[in-house]
T-cell receptor
Framework: AQSVTQLGSHVSVSEGALVLLRCNYSSSVPPYLFWYVQYPNQGLQLLLKYTTGATLVKGINGFEAEFKKSETSFHLTKPSAHMSDAAEYFCAVGRVDTDKLIFGTGTRLQVFP | EAQVTQNPRYLITVTGKKLTVTCSQNMNHEYMSWYRQDPGLGLRQIYYSMNVEVTDKGDVPEGYKVSRKEKRNFPLILESPSPNQTSLYFC?????????????FGNGTRLTVT
């Protein structure tokens, strides 16, 4: 079985501050891990993904995430928030053997000037 | 422009009145899927299709039907909508499966069933 937990349904930061969105997963096999972003009134789009290899993954718009197997985490970070980062972010875990992708419940990021 | 197109964007209907939400992609993708998004529950998969004439149930298929007669189209059908199907619906497609390839999403259909 697999599952994903996003800690904090809402996160607020000031423009220029560090963004940290938390994601923990559970999977009985090595997981593929994803972050998707949903801007207002739009569908989701892939921000970054981890499959195998390097545990620090860089994505679009300055975001990155680190796969930590010992902590079963895949937290999303960005050093300096921009107003345009305001969106909802979804973590997802996938299993290659079943091709099953499970989304988390989402974290809404607000950025204040 | 590569895209997934859903119609309509907004739909208000009454209980029991059959409706169809259309989805079309122009990227020649094999895989297509429908999700519903509800507050506090994230995205849950309704149905998916690996190829033409091949469809499978996702996690919440009850009350929904789909068909895949052509590669580009994957309509979602609610034969007898009920208020608990009020939700935001997304169609998505990808080259491979949702795990192996990035999903490309439509802009969503907000459905209200009264």
């Amino acid at each position: 079985a697999q599952s994903v937990t996003q800690l904090g349904s809402h996160v607020s930061v000031s423009e220029g501050a560090l963004v940290l969105l938390r994601c923990n997963y559970s999977s009985s096999v090595p997981p593929y891990l994803f972050w998707y972003v949903q801007y207002p009134n739009q569908g989701l789009q892939l921000l970054l993904k981890y499959t195998t290899g390097a545990t620090l993954v860089k994505g679009i718009n300055g975001f990155e995430a680190e796969f930590k197997k010992s902590e079963t985490s895949f937290h999303l970070t960005k050093p300096s928030a921009h107003m345009s980062d305001a969106a909802e972010y979804f973590c997802a875990v996938g299993r290659v053997d079943t091709d099953k992708l499970i989304f988390g419940t989402g974290t809404r990021l607000q950025v204040f000037p | 422009e590569a895209q997934v197109t859903q119609n309509p964007r907004y739909l208000i209907t009454v209980t029991g009145k059959k409706l169809t939400v259309t989805c079309s992609q122009n990227m020649n993708h094999e895989y297509m899927s429908w999700y519903r998004q509800d507050p506090g529950l994230g995205l849950r998969q309704i149905y998916y299709s690996m190829n033409v004439e091949v469809t499978d149930k996702g996690d919440v298929p009850e009350g929904y039907k789909v068909s895949r007669k052509e590669k580009r189209n994957f309509p979602l059908i609610l034969e007898s909508p009920s208020p608990n199907q009020t939700s935001l619906y997304f169609c998505a497609s990808s080259v491979g499966t949702a795990v192996r390839s990035p999903l490309h999403f439509g802009n969503g259909t907000r459905l209200t069933v009264t």
